[in-house]
């Protein structure tokens, strides 16, 4: 199911927060306003929402943003946002081509969050702490496809937008398509599959 956290006092850092800002790319300053509406960020002195990078934010605020998006704009902008996650969000090293990109937005994914004040990926000991679930990765031998089983709390639009642009950063032709066949989060589902073909 979407905009509702699987735990609370999850926090998101405001790297990725700032997506929601890059996503309304020449109208920053509605996506600013959905921010500050949910009390994410301070405002500027141009009534923008300021956002300490490296500071953290609510992950339920950071839902009920994508929520009021959704409903009043639609998924094409959750997609968009989504899209802004990969240019603004650290990721892990060693990222070489789609196999290694699609599988390290899980480890992004856990390293953009915390839990009792700790990232929930540690670069260093390779431990994945539970809470916000997961972007599944799966490779489908012999052939240029992968698919992702993505449970999280995030708007399927938006997960559609961050494996799209994971996909193309590193194959331009990479198609992400949802599997209309299974289950989906939009319509109460815990899960939605997406397949990335190139």
Known sequence: ????PFEE???VKGQAVKAVVDGFSNFAVLGSAYLLDEGIGTPNAKGQAHLDLEGWYSQRSWLLCFQQIGKQLGDGLLTQIGMAIPRSVQLPEGIRDIYSALKAVDVAYHLNHRKNGRPMFDLETGRMVEGIGHYGYEPVPGQRKI???CE???PCAFDHGVLTAMAQRYESSARVVHDETKPCRKWRG???TYVITW
């Not at 199911?1 to 509702?4: A, D, R, S, T």
């Open 9 to 11: 006092g999850i926090e």
């Open 152 to 154: 999280t709390p995030y």
């Open 147 to 149: 698919i992702s089983l």
């Open 1 to 4: 199911m979407q905009f509702v």
């Open 190 to 192: 815990d899960r939605c």
